[in-house]
């Protein structure tokens, strides 16, 4: 036998194990659940007097969460729970779950959003209770105090068979969602499904996600809000709707949003006179040589847009990757030009740009999404794959209470890959002894002692109220 065989001497193979279970580390998330309330929320939004099924709906919902957290891309993935099923029960068969999701219609996913809102609520109760306290928003290394951060973005999902309400679109055949993420926390609190020739830039689109994620935050979180989109987010209607505080006088709403590159715009940017320009900083706060930023407000024709409109323009050298986009202005100048608009009074131009560039984090969202489940809607029915968005947010949000409420160092903003291979797939043994249960992990894997101490902060959780 060789040197690279002979790790298999003596090795044999049998089904003689029991009582393991193989995903051990997914039992501490689906304890959270419970401990805010998020179970017993969503089984009363989906209660039917009509009917009494086997299992409890918001049970289903739940459990189906966790095993999107598990690496599950369809329905049929929920069977990844049975794995834990000697500690958690056996999981709703992959056809319960189907039936689940279908039965979720218009009335039944405003039920769900009312729950989340509610469950949330009391996360963030949590969250100010925190060594820490709440995560606010840092910009030059200063926290935005008070200042809730919704990121807004739309993303296209190819549709590979036949699906309702896909259509064409520039980057192909499919669907194209309206995401909102709230950049505090990184919960996931729209994914609006919309078909796939739905515009970037609709802003009655806009206005519903924004009203939607609005709601889904506690009363005192509403009322300082900054609403970040690139330049798709830059039409009157949604503008001004937020400069209204959404029709509510009581409300200090900004935003934050890519500017429309248009003739106008090209003319006032050429308007600049050279001494006009500021330099930009760097992530460390440090004044680029190579970067400056300048304010062309006056400059532009803004008479039919929203009162307190400021438009602010950063240049800097080509990159390769968009050196076959740039426009005239841009390959006589040697620059690069980006613009954002806000209504933010008084701030500096370096300030408001490195604002604004910490929206590039909504990417981040995208990917987590798309690593989870949003590129793998399982139906062809367009409520159906609505249902699967909602349950795909509830998945997010899941783990990001996990991460915020009871992990630590470098997990506590770790993809959901990592976070899967370093604590939810740790295995375990349970053993029965005085009417009491216990999972006994190897003190060996690094990951065991991870899951025990994850257990422990959950369970010192207060109970919900």
Not at 23 to 33: E, Q, T
Not at 40 to 48: G, K
Not at 188 to 195: D, T
Not at 197 to 210: E, F, L, M
């Amino acid at each position: 036998m060789s040197k690279l065989t002979e790790w298999a001497e003596g090795l044999l193979l049998s089904a003689g194990g029991r009582k393991l279970v193989g995903k051990a580390g997914i039992v501490p998330v689906r304890r959270l659940a419970d401990r805010i309330g998020l179970t017993d929320a969503l089984s009363s939004a989906l209660v039917r007097r009509d009917f009494h099924p086997v299992h409890d709906r918001g049970g289903v919902l739940v459990a189906a969460a966790c095993a999107v957290l598990l690496g599950a891309r369809s329905i049929a993935g929920i069977d990844v729970m049975r794995q834990a099923a000697l500690v958690l029960g056996h999981p709703a068969s992959a056809s319960t779950l189907y039936r689940t999701l279908d039965a979720i219609g218009p009335v039944q996913l405003a039920k769900i959003t009312s729950a989340r809102a509610k469950v949330r609520a009391r996360v963030h109760d949590l969250l100010d209770l925190r060594p820490g306290g709440f995560p606010w928003i840092r910009v030059d290394s200063r926290p935005l105090t008070g200042w809730t951060v919704l990121d807004i973005d739309a993303s296209f999902v190819p549709a590979h068979s036949d699906k309702e309400g896909a259509g064409p679109h520039r980057k192909g055949f499919g669907l194209h969602p309206l995401l909102v993420f709230l950049d505090n926390t990184d919960e996931h609190l729209v994914c609006r499904l919309r078909p796939g020739s739905a515009g970037a830039n609709t802003a009655s689109d806009h206005i519903d996600v924004a009203t939607e994620a609005v709601r889904q935050l506690p009363t005192r979180r509403r009322r300082k809000v900054l609403f970040r989109a690139d330049g798709a987010g830059s039409t009157k209607e949604w503008l001004a709707w937020i400069a209204s505080g959404g029709g509510n006088k009581a409300n200090t709403w900004e935003y934050s949003v890519g500017w429309t590159r248009d003739e106008d715009f090209w003319s006032a940017l050429a308007k600049v006179p050279k001494g006009a320009w500021t330099p930009a900083l760097d992530t460390k706060g440090t004044p680029r040589e190579d970067a400056a930023l300048a304010e062309i407000t006056d400059l532009l024709d803004l008479g039919e847009w929203p009162p307190g409109l400021r438009v602010t323009v950063r240049r800097e050298p080509v990159h390769p990757k968009y050196a076959r986009d740039l426009k005239p202005y841009e390959i006589a100048t040697g620059f690069r030009y980006q613009a954002i608009a806000t209504n933010t009074p008084g701030r500096q131009l370096q300030w408001l740009d490195a604002r604004h560039r910490v929206h590039a984090h909504v990417e981040s969202g995208i990917r987590r999404s798309k690593s989870l489940t949003l590129t793998r809607l399982p139906s062809f029915k367009f409520a159906l794959n609505q249902a699967w968005c909602t349950l795909l947010a509830l998945a997010m949000d899941l783990l990001s209470w996990l991460q915020l409420l009871a992990l630590d160092g470098k997990l506590t903003r770790a993809e959901p890959a990592t976070v899967r291979s370093e604590l939810f797939d740790v295995p375990a043994k349970l053993t029965e002894h005085a009417r009491r249960r216990e999972l006994k992990f190897d003190p060996d894997w690094p990951a065991a002692h991870r899951a025990v101490a994850v257990w422990d902060c959950i369970q010192a959780l207060p109970d919900p109220g």
